[in-house]
């Protein structure tokens, strides 16, 4: 394992979002991040969570203004249109943002 140049360095990890720092909210954020939106299904195959998964992350995500859902009918089907918020975009920027200092601040030795 690689010492650690200074404390300091690893403050970050104490401010990171919890929210977005679960494997699978992270996995979901990722998707939506690079795309303007996407449909539930095709966010399942790519992330390939269980409907009751994703379902569940969603609606977490969703509370905290971090993705907004978007459900209507398509030729008498429900169809679930997810897009990532201005403050969901904001908030996985800060997250990477703050991944890259904490990795920064570890030791290459």
Do not use: C, W
Request: negative net charge; charged residues 30%.
């Amino acid at each position: 394992m690689s010492p650690i140049k200074d404390t300091e360095d690893l403050e970050p990890i104490a401010d990171i979002d919890k929210l977005i720092h679960e494997p699978a909210r992270l996995l979901i954020l990722a998707h939506l991040y690079v795309v303007n939106s996407a449909d539930f299904l095709f966010l399942q195959s790519q992330t390939g969570l269980t409907s009751g998964n994703l379902s569940s992350h969603v609606t977490k995500l969703e509370e905290a203004g971090y993705i907004e859902v978007e459900k209507e009918f398509v030729d008498r089907k429900p169809h679930t249109m997810l897009k990532l918020t201005e403050r969901g975009r904001s908030a996985f920027k800060d997250y990477v943002q703050s991944m890259k200092q904490i990795f920064n601040g570890l030791s290459k030795e």
